[in-house]
């Protein structure tokens, strides 16, 4: 019996069906995007300035190595960072900082219990949040969340109060429909409510 011999296979076109696989799959894959976090740094100056702050108008958030997290000394968890900064922020117990000549005044906005031991005013209110160089990055990205929830919560609710619209809203009004009015409107409750998030160098 004859001995048929196999014929060859023709692999003269797997570079073409291998391009095909790679361009199919560079199309269809979804790339993931490391999460950052919103924040516009001060421009760079060479003025010094000597500003005095009061240790009440500081709330000293600490995070060791191990994510364990204190809140004026006080081990807390991450879900009360936004509660206790929302009561920082809005306490109201002082006068605001002079600008422009104009004098100190006391918080009429804020709704907080105005305690002559915690922060002044909105505008003078520091947040201070100190990692360690082995803080795992998904807590301190946690935690930088909680502490911009505080601030958009308040400006929502202030929002509703001054304007019948939240914080939100008025920001998606104004990505949909930009009018002078709306931005007059957002500039007003940043203001009042004015984002000063000290970060001193991690821990080594």
């Not at 191990?66 to 002082?94: C, I, S």
């Not at 809203?169 to 990505?175: I, N, V």
Request: hydrophobic letters at 35%; a negative charge; proline letters at 5%.
């Amino acid at each position: 019996m004859a001995r048929r011999e196999i014929g060859e296979i023709n692999a003269g076109s797997m570079a073409d069906i291998a391009f095909l696989l790679l361009i199919f799959f560079l199309v269809t894959t979804t790339m993931d995007v490391d999460s950052g976090i919103a924040r516009k740094l001060p421009e760079k100056t060479d003025i010094k300035s000597d500003v005095i702050v009061k240790e009440k108008n500081v709330l000293d958030i600490v995070v060791n190595r191990n994510n364990q997290l204190l809140v004026e000394n006080e081990y807390v968890q991450v879900t009360d960072v936004k509660r206790l900064a929302m009561k920082f922020l809005n306490n109201g117990g002082g006068l605001s900082t002079p600008t422009d000549g104009k004098p100190a005044e006391p918080c009429d906005y804020c709704t907080g219990d105005k305690d002559p031991s915690s922060s002044d005013h909105p505008t003078k209110a520091i947040i201070s949040l100190q990692s360690d160089r082995g803080t795992s990055y998904g807590m301190y990205i946690s935690i930088q969340n909680e502490i911009e929830a505080a601030y958009n919560q308040l400006r929502n609710d202030l929002g509703k109060r001054l304007y019948n619209r939240s914080y939100d809203e008025l920001l998606k009004e104004y990505s949909d429909n930009p009018s002078e009015s709306i931005n007059v409107k957002i500039s007003n409750l940043k203001d009042k409510f004015p984002q000063i998030i000290s970060e001193p160098e991690p821990i080594k």
